[in-house]
């Protein structure tokens, strides 16, 4: 796996914000993964370099809003209105082209170190 430049996250209480960001040049899809301990990678959101297509997973659907800066290969997930239940492990992810559903983490070859997302009640 190739690394992603990510950064953000953080300790936030419930209804607060974060901005995550990812940068790499070449990709045809970049968004985030999230992961808590004992179960498998859950796709958040991604956006296509291309056309600006976005998809979101339905819990964050109209909280969660991904967009991209192509002039600076930097994607970014504005998260608003968090909830204890977004806690969990943000993974960036991309690929230079797509593999098959957004959703599957396997077929991502680039991706971040990850980074916290906690969100207090």
């Known amino acids: 796996e190739e690394q992603l430049v990510e950064s953000g996250g953080g300790l936030v209480q419930a209804g607060g914000t974060l901005r995550l960001s990812c940068t790499r040049s070449?990709?045809?899809?970049m968004g985030w993964f999230r992961q808590t301990s004992g179960k498998e990678r859950e796709g958040v959101a991604v956006i296509l370099t291309e056309d600006g297509s976005t998809f979101y997973a339905d819990s964050v659907k109209g909280r969660f809003t991904i967009s991209r800066d192509n002039a600076k290969n930097t994607a970014y997930l504005q998260m608003n209105n968090l909830k204890p239940e977004d806690t969990a492990m943000y993974y960036c992810a991309a690929d230079s082209m797509v593999r098959g559903r957004w959703t599957e983490a396997g077929w991502y070859n680039y991706w971040g170190q990850g980074t916290q997302v906690t969100v207090s009640s």
């Open positions: 070449g990709v045809d899809i």
